[in-house]
């Protein structure tokens, strides 16, 4: 059973709609269950001013763009880069501690939802294609 907070989460739809500006854009779909994800970033200064989404997926997919998109606003690149990249380990070693700025995973990445961590890792998958 899905959790009422990963509800609330994925029904935050601030940052939902692609705009058409941005300097960094990437795609992905997941291809274990079809969860499709597409952004756009906006970097100023080397600092992330804004993510914009647009999914086809699961709630688990959906909670973890709405969650990320608020979460790495203002974040500089190289710190958003290194704390995503440790994010998507955390879910494979509970041993790691969940880095500073996405704390907040802690309510989608946990022994409850690991069959679906590959849902909530696209779009963080998508944010690191994006910036390479």
């Known amino acids: 059973m899905i959790n009422n907070k ?3 989460i994925a029904l ?3 940052n939902v709609g692609l705009t058409n500006k941005y300097n960094f854009k990437s795609n992905l ?3 274990l269950c079809g969860d499709k994800i597409e952004l756009e970033l906006i970097v100023k200064n080397s600092r992330i001013n804004s993510m914009k989404y647009e999914t086809e997926s699961c709630v688990y997919c959906e909670a973890s763009a709405s969650l990320l998109s608020t ?3 203002n974040l500089d690149l190289t710190t958003a880069i290194n ?3 440790l994010l998507k380990r955390v879910g494979k070693d509970e041993k790691l501690n969940f880095p500073r700025h996405f704390k907040d995973f802690e309510i989608l990445i946990n022994k ?18 994006a910036l390479r």
């Open 6 to 8: 990963i509800i609330k």
């Open 12 to 14: 935050n739809t601030k």
């Open 29 to 31: 779909k997941n291809s």
């Open 71 to 73: 979460k790495i606003k």
């Open 83 to 85: 704390e995503l990249n």
């Open 112 to 129: 409850n939802n690991l069959k679906r961590i590959n849902c909530i890792n696209l779009p963080l998958d998508a944010v690191l294609k």
